[in-house]
């Protein structure tokens, strides 16, 4: 016993040697990591950096930040100020809000700043992309962009869109169950991308399938960037891979159609734009092309049409007041398809033959829908904010910003403090944009305050498409259909990589009856 007990004794002490050890390398390493930031620091500028923390080596921050999601940021602000440091998806990052700290960074564009999204989202949308282009060919890209998202292509694309959102409310009047609805607005959002914007040729089959493939890409779009078995980055490539073969085909197709024509989609009018500047675009450049499409319309647009569902089922008198504006604009009649109508076994609803009674002046008219729209991306928008790099070291409220450092502004955060409003910014209340005055509205709104689709050299081109995605996606349902919770509390919302309910949100829809035409949803 004596021996076997000296034996045990000894596992202990070397276990506790070993973790011992353990800990003061770690502890080593932590310094050295702390230390190897504060080094990083521009000399010939006497400001401090940024209060904050750099986490663990390498990690980082990440970690922490894809598990906490919004409430990182916040618990930051709160304890550092509105610009902190951190280090993120293997970058140091400068966090910056605030109306007057993010025009800053937004009007530095090519000046103090220059676009950097992380190092694996750069690897997999590719080097051909607004996204990716500095200086003069940013320019001449966003130009050629300009064309998709022009009010002539948007007159285009909205008779289309309103069939397609359509014929998705009704079928989800006519579920058997419970609708995921960010589940089906992605897959929604993927169909209308790939057929109207883009064109593609695909029916119901194809089309599932190339949409798993880009969602895998774009939950791999933010990730480590460590190209290894396994890996998100090595997912997300495989996928892109996926993306790129199928398109080429399409792509073949447009380029050899008539030269002469009309171009009908945005990817037929990319291709149109740069020859009529002199250019023939390569196929890789095009496949670049249309997948940074959509990306641009996938998640963004699924997330705040998921949201305006969410926020018109918390908040039933924005409905009555959509359905009062509808009815005083002719448009409070929903599209009856047959002898069936909505939920009545008249067939597919792809059957329907209402024509689209909606168009861009139509939906011009509807000034309270467009401040439901706005309130819900100011309240719940799509993306938390944008990185740039540092350019050259700058100060940003008496701190310096290192040169080479990447700098994330924050939209969520500076809706959140923004004190222009006339009622509380943590409320949901669209008729704030409606009591603003065209001037005021200039003057509030446009310092900075509101930016859900950024601003400066690369604000969002298509935010036109975007918001009338949303409104056209507001009227149907408020003229269609009714909608209820199928779980027994409403859910937390997720804010990284883009805010999403944890659970989808899980609604039963059911038809609008005529006699129930101004009744809202049951909570």
């Known amino acids: 016993m004596f021996p076997c007990g000296l034996s045990c004794l000894s596992v202990l002490g070397a276990a506790g040697t070993a973790l011992l050890c353990a800990g003061l390398l770690l502890s080593l390493a932590q310094h050295l990591w702390t230390l190897r930031w504060k080094l990083s620091r521009d000399r010939a500028s006497a400001l401090p950096l940024p209060k904050g923390s750099m986490g663990w080596p390498f990690f980082g921050e990440t970690l922490h930040w894809l598990v906490q999601g919004s409430r990182f940021h916040s618990s930051r602000r709160e304890r550092y100020g509105t610009v902190f440091k951190t280090h993120l998806l ?9 109306a007057e700290n993010v025009r800053t960074i937004l009007l530095g564009e090519h000046r103090l700043v220059r676009s950097q999204w992380p190092q694996s989202a750069h690897i997999l949308l590719g080097s051909h992309t607004l996204l990716s282009a500095v200086g003069e060919p940013h320019r001449q890209r966003r130009k050629i962009l300009a064309q998709v998202f022009s009010r002539t292509a948007l007159e285009r694309y909205v008779p289309r869109l309103q069939g397609a959102l359509r014929q998705e409310v009704r079928s989800w009047c006519t579920a058997r169950g419970p609708v995921a609805v960010y589940e089906a607005a992605k897959a929604l959002t993927f169909r209308m991308a790939a057929r109207i914007l883009l064109g593609l040729r695909l029916d119901e089959a194809q089309c599932a399938e190339l949409a798993r493939t880009f969602q895998q890409f774009v939950e791999n779009l933010f990730s480590l960037p460590l190209d290894v078995p396994f890996s998100g980055l090595r997912k997300g490539i495989r996928a892109r891979n996926q993306l790129h073969r199928h398109l080429e085909e399409a792509i073949a197709e447009k380029l050899h159609e008539d030269k002469a024509g009309e171009p009908s989609d945005a990817l037929a009018m990319i291709i149109h734009s740069t020859r009529e500047l002199g250019h023939e675009l390569s196929v890789q450049e095009l496949k670049e092309s249309a997948v940074e499409l959509l990306f641009a319309a996938f998640f963004t647009t699924a997330s705040a049409s998921t949201s305006l569902v969410l926020l018109l089922l918390q908040h039933p008198a924005a409905i009555s007041k959509i359905q009062q504006e509808l009815a005083e604009q002719g448009l409070g009649h929903a599209c009856s398809c047959g002898p069936g109508a909505v939920g009545g076994g008249a067939g597919p609803w792809s059957d329907c033959s209402c024509q689209p009674d909606l168009n861009l002046a139509a939906l011009g008219r509807l000034r309270y829908v467009d ?10 928008p799509p993306v938390s904010g944008g990185y740039r790099t540092a350019l050259r070291t700058f100060e940003l409220d008496g701190y310096q910003i290192p040169k080479g450092w990447s700098v994330m502004y924050s939209i969520r955060d500076t809706h959140e403090t923004a004190a222009v409003y006339s009622s509380p910014p943590e409320g949901f209340d669209p008729e704030r944009f409606g009591s603003v005055g065209e001037e005021d509205a200039q003057g509030a709104f446009g310092r900075f305050h509101y930016i859900p689709f950024g601003g400066g050299a690369r604000s969002c081109l298509g935010q036109q498409l975007a918001q009338a995605v949303l409104q056209l996606l507001a009227v149907e349902l408020v003229r269609t259909a009714r909608w ?5 509390a409403f859910p937390a919302m997720q804010t990284v990589p883009i805010v999403h309910p944890v659970d989808g949100l899980r609604l039963f829809f059911h038809p609008l009856a005529p006699s129930a035409a101004r009744d809202g949803p049951r909570l």
């Open 484 to 488: 209820e919770l199928a779980t027994p």
């Open 371 to 380: 401040c439901v729209i706005k309130e819900v991306l100011r309240l719940l």
């Open 90 to 98: 293997g970058r140091p990052v400068i966090r910056v809000s605030g």
